[in-house]
């Protein structure tokens, strides 16, 4: 099956500092990826659709420059926390949609948990 | 609005049967899926309806109503690693899915 990883799987920062998540999709093309956080008991909250070569779509309330997406290649995508605040700690889940799969499915990596402190 | 619900939390017994009920009402409809959540990890694939019908899949199988607007995930002969959350996704006219709040199931002994 498809496999999408993400690095690192867990942060701790300090408040102020920028982390960067990486996401990829390891034996696939993916040219659409997705940009999710969930908060504890909560369910999965779509932050951007990542397309390849291309700017990113930001769901509504979330702001373009403090979490910034680049999807350089049809394997990679980046999110950036930039200027984290505790209220930003979370899981941050990325997913990818396979060109050639039928089933729109998207897959998911494993989760990146950010702690700021 | 686009709006999905599924009950918040099930309980049921190890060895017994399950059904998680969805319902909802979104802006075009190209599929939906139900995933598993294990506490502190990222959602996995379990199933996708896109016909009416019922999808097997080993223990678990998936059920879609168009008309209705209402999927049913079951499982059956419950194993206690069965104990996690379900999330119920449908793909709108634009590809993109919209989630359910997800249904946290408890498997007793």
């Known amino acids: 099956g498809a496999v999408v990883s993400q690095h690192p799987s867990r942060v701790i920062c300090k408040s102020g500092t920028s982390v960067k998540i990486e996401c990829r999709s390891l034996d696939f093309q993916a040219t659409t990826m997705f940009w999710y956080r969930q908060f504890p008991k909560q369910s999965l909250m779509l932050m951007a659709t990542s397309n390849e070569g291309s700017k990113a779509t930001y769901e509504q309330g979330v702001e373009k420059d403090k979490f910034l997406i680049n999807h350089a290649s049809l394997t990679l995508s980046t999110l950036t926390v930039t200027s984290a605040h505790p209220e930003d700690s979370s899981f941050y889940i990325c997913?990818?949609?396979?060109?050639?799969?039928?089933?729109?499915?998207?897959?998911f990596g494993p989760g990146t948990r950010l702690t700021v402190l | 609005g686009q709006n999905i619900d599924q009950p918040t939390e099930m309980t049921a017994t190890e060895g017994a049967i399950v059904q998680i009920n969805c319902t909802y009402q979104?802006?075009?409809?190209?599929?939906l899926f139900w995933y598993q959540q294990h506490a502190g990890e990222a959602p996995t694939f379990l199933s996708y309806n896109v016909l009416d019908g019922l999808e097997e899949k080993g223990r678990f199988s998936s059920f879609l109503s168009r008309s209705k607007g209402y999927s049913y995930l079951l499982l059956k002969e419950l194993q206690m690693k069965d104990s996690a959350s379900y999330l119920c996704?449908?793909?709108?006219?634009?590809?993109?899915?919209?989630w359910g709040a997800g249904t946290k199931l408890i498997i007793k002994p």
């Open positions: 979104t802006s075009g409809f190209n599929g």
């Open positions: 996704a449908v793909s709108d006219s634009n590809y993109q899915l919209i």
């Open positions: 997913s990818a949609r396979d060109m050639a799969n039928s089933y729109n499915e998207q897959f």
